[in-house]
């Protein structure tokens, strides 16, 4: 099962290896990363994105996160009301006769076409990893030069 952490932890050179150390250390594959500075320079937030076979696992990885020096707090959003987004862009070619039906694909998605350049567009798209998920299921009837796309944010409400 997938979980979802925050870390919030000093800016400091060195740090996100270290976490991403731990995980590696213990066997654990980390599925998504997400990492920037926050309102305060000196510190950055980090969505980590694992998969834990049980309890047990997630508790361990809490513990060891913790134990760091350089985290300040840790969440575990895994039974915690939160909200998640991930961000997707994508270099789409199309031909002229299937540019409305391009188009029509982000009345569905929270999305929208951000560069043309004759019959080439690059799309922007915001949503849960399942909305994501269905939006690249859809743009795969084009044809796809080059897609990057964020890891997991998260932040509890």
Known sequence: MRHTISVLVENKFGVLARIAGLFSARGYNIASLA?????DPLVSYMTI??????????EQINKQLNKLID???????TKKEHIDRELVLAKVKYSSREKAKLENIFKKYVGKIIQRKGNMAIIEAVGEGHQIKSLLDELSK????ELVRTGKLAISN
Do not use: G, R, W
């Open 35 to 39: 990492v920037s500075e926050t309102l």
């Open 71 to 77: 985290v300040i707090t840790v969440t575990d959003f």
């Open 49 to 58: 994105v694992v998969e834990a076979k049980d309890e047990n696992v997630l």
């Open 142 to 145: 084009f044809e796809i030069q």
